[in-house]
């Protein structure tokens, strides 16, 4: 049997079908840098600075880099459709609509898009428009994410965003007015942030019925403002008992958790996500993005270029601004694929597996039997599931199949 990594080294993935297939956008400007985020983003300059220093943003060329980079990609995907598409960042709604309309039909020209196709943008409530989220929804933006955080202004202003709890619950009543499904983002285990304070950001929440919730915890990333400057968090006790009250408020309220961090109603899951944690396929383009496409005998992934600046000149300059472009070494899959699935309530089908690895399960036996002995996998024959347990120590789950 085998279950070492010498014996997945001398193994080549054998995929009989594909996996589904998404296309990434990473739009890297915003207004301001918040202090807790890691995400490839860059405060957006003024004109004038933008002639001194080259760091501003020049909508047309950057969108002239993102088709580029799309087409470069075809090759790649021949005869697959696109079943989703999500465009983050950043602050993807400073795009202009003119701009968006332009993106999204040079999208649809190049690619085959699922008649459904769900195309989520982000969007910071500082920047909501009425009459740009109508031309949003026109281009064919179908759902938007809101960065709302939290809706306290004391919160709002530890976490530098630039709105405030009434422009936040301002922005999700315009989104409803246009957009089919609308997901609120939420932190909890914030700065000073009390059990009465998180349920009142819940219970703000819950009144719009938005038909989705991210319900995230603040973690101090590296090279960020709050991990060289930490401000004072709750106490992991706190925060475990703010994340089983509002888990409660959620399920109450007839939201599932589906995934670690990311609560539906009955059949409004997010397709782009589920796809990223199913480990199907993505197209990434823009600066930074990364993306994962697989071939009948192998996966690939790729990484752009990080800064915006020097992404569109290496996409000018020679068609492509890959940094790393590599197939992923069979020894490296399982984990891989666990450290995706494990993430999701229901897990997948043991078939998953070989579907979207294209190797065989038993590979892996021995790190399942572990797994289900600590009580962290559901012991299901047909199931890779993590218990309630294992989503609570996803992490020490997720480790055994490194």
């Known amino acids: ?178 957009f089919k499904s609308v997901n609120l983002d939420l932190m909890y285990g914030l700065p000073q942030q009390t059990l009465k304070d998180a349920k009142a950001d819940i219970e703000t929440a819950l009144s719009f019925k938005t038909p989705h919730l991210s319900f995230y915890n603040l973690t101090l990333e590296p090279n960020t403002y709050f991990a060289n400057f930490p401000p004072k968090l709750p106490s992991e006790d706190e925060i475990d008992a703010i994340f089983e009250q509002n888990l409660a408020l959620l399920e109450s309220a007839g939201y599932r958790r589906y995934e670690v961090s990311a609560y539906a109603k009955k059949d409004q899951e997010c397709k782009h996500n589920l796809n990223y944690w199913r480990f199907g396929d993505y197209i990434g383009i823009g600066a930074g993005a990364h993306g994962k496409i697989s071939f009948p005998d192998r996966i690939t992934r790729q990484v752009r270029e990080r800064h915006p600046q020097t992404y569109m000149q290496a996409m000018e300059a020679k068609g492509n601004a890959l940094m790393e472009s590599r197939k992923i070494p069979a020894k490296d899959l399982p984990f891989e694929f666990m450290l995706n699935v494990l993430r999701l309530s229901d897990g997948v089908d043991t078939s998953t597996f070989t579907e979207r690895t294209g190797l065989p399960l038993h590979i892996i036996s021995k790190q399942l039997n572990e797994a289900s002995q600590k009580g962290l996998l559901d012991p299901h024959p047909t199931k890779l599931k993590a218990t309630t347990q294992g989503l609570r120590y996803l992490n020490n789950l997720q480790e055994l199949f490194l």
């Open 1 to 178: 049997m085998l279950n070492s990594p010498q014996s997945i080294l001398s193994l080549e993935p054998q995929l009989k079908a594909l996996p589904p297939l998404s296309l990434y956008i990473h739009f890297p400007w915003c207004e301001r840098k918040c202090p807790y985020c890691d995400f490839n983003s860059h405060q957006i300059k003024d004109q004038s600075e933008n002639s001194k220093n080259g760091q501003g943003f020049d909508e047309a060329r950057y969108i002239n880099a993102l088709i580029t980079d799309l087409e470069s990609e075809l090759p790649h995907i021949w005869g697959r459709q696109v079943h989703s598409i999500f465009i983050g960042g950043g602050t993807p709604s400073l795009l202009s609509p003119e701009g968006m309309d332009r993106l999204l039909s040079a999208i649809r020209a190049r690619v085959n898009l699922e008649p459904d196709c769900e195309i989520t943008m982000e969007a910071n409530p500082g920047s909501v428009e009425a009459e740009k989220f109508a031309a949003f929804a026109k281009s064919g933006i179908n759902r938007i994410s809101l960065g709302i955080q939290s809706f306290q202004d004391a919160q709002l202003k530890i976490l530098g965003r630039i709105h405030n709890g009434v422009e936040a619950k301002h922005a999700i009543e315009i989104a409803q007015q246009y």
